[in-house]
């Protein structure tokens, strides 16, 4: 597939699964036939993935990037066989770097839930189109602890829920439940952390808080999620 769509979920998953190396062979900058210029976003990728990979303890040689024409059999050859040696060298993933068995896919399924969240706090600088000459330094690993270690949760806090639904209908995931006079919750497993829900939650209600550091308290007991509103509270009284 053209290398503008290799995603770096697929990168992460390749070695989550236990692959040694990932290669990706690319056209030539400025060479696309497309306006898209697929191959410039996929270096800004490589070059956050290989931030990404030290971060977690992996050596990020293991993920390289060649661009190479249609006609260059002998670059192919020759990147690829020097890849190979590489990782020969460099020998399998994880116990090589010193992490103990399935450190290597549990350190790495705590990005791969990141990834949308990554994608939206980079977007600008993942879809820059860059000179080889700003490659060096463009991510660093500062910038990828800071991002990872900020990874903000979302939470609806169950006494301003007012079920209005919104939120809900937006998640892209589907990792809001909740139902009419209930309030609403996030399933942590399934939230992308995209912010969509504390953006289109009504100004009135600002049921949804963004916390950083620190993980989103449990929510409210299934059964004990019923909205009464402030009339009925009196009437009841
Ligand atoms: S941040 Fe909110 S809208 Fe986005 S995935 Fe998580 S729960 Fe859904
Ligand atoms: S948008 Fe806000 S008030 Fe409406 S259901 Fe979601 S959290 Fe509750």
Redesign the pocket.
Known sequence: MCSGRVDMAHVLRAFSNGMDGVFIGACHLNECNYITHGNFLAKNMVLLVKKIMAHVGLNPDRLRMQFMSGAEANVFVASTNSFIKTIKDLGPIGNSEGLVDGEVRSKLARVEKLV?YIKIAKKEKLNRRLNPEEYEGYFTEDEIAQLLNEA?A?YIEPDKCQACMI?AR???????TGAKREVHV??QD?????????D?CPTKFSA?TKMVGRPAPPPPPEGKRAIVKKSEEKEAA
């Open positions: 949308s903000p979302y939120c937006r998640c892209p995931v589907d990792a809001i996030i399933d399934k939230c992308i952390k995209c912010g969509t829900c504390i289109v949804v």
